[in-house]
Nanobody, 130 residues
Framework: QVQLVESGGGLVQPGGSLRLSCAASGVTLDDYAIGWFRQAPGKDDEGVSCISRTDGRTYRTYYADSVKGRFTISRDNVKNTVYLQLNSLKPEDTAIYYC????????????????????WGQGTQVTVSS
């Protein structure tokens, strides 16, 4: 059974940082494309970032324009975990953040569209406020 568990959310002041984790069980994340999505009240759901599956050396990443230069996605294949580093946080980053796994992605590619992702975590709340 595939399970994804997010952690690392919390309350942070504008300009602060958080690191979100997406830990997997029942699956080896190397073979999956992983996406991070966020859901905020009154806003459209947004695909924030994704990372392609890897052959162990090469992978590709994507960032939404709203987070480019501030967020960084990465993998730790030993820990079977994907991270999303959130820097220079703004109040508009406040949302529930979800990670998701796509079991059949093309190599060196990922998408910020939720459709291909079969497995989802339960979400972690990020609140940016002074």
């Amino acid at each position: 059974q595939v399970q994804l568990v997010e952690s690392g959310g919390g309350l942070v002041q504008p300009g602060g940082s958080l690191r979100l984790s997406c830990a997997a069980s029942g699956v080896t994340l190397d073979d999956y494309a992983i996406g991070w999505f966020r859901q905020a009240p009154g806003k459209d759901d947004e695909g924030v970032s994704c990372i392609s599956r890897t052959d162990g050396r090469t992978y590709r990443t994507y960032y939404a324009d709203s987070v480019k230069g501030r967020f960084t996605i990465s993998r730790d294949n030993v820990k079977n975990t994907v991270y999303l580093q959130l820097n220079s946080l703004k109040p508009e980053d406040t949302a529930i953040y979800y990670c998701a796994a796509d079991s059949n992605p093309p190599i060196y590619a990922c998408t910020a569209s939720p459709g291909p992702y079969e497995y989802w975590g339960q979400g972690t709340q990020v609140t940016v406020s002074s």
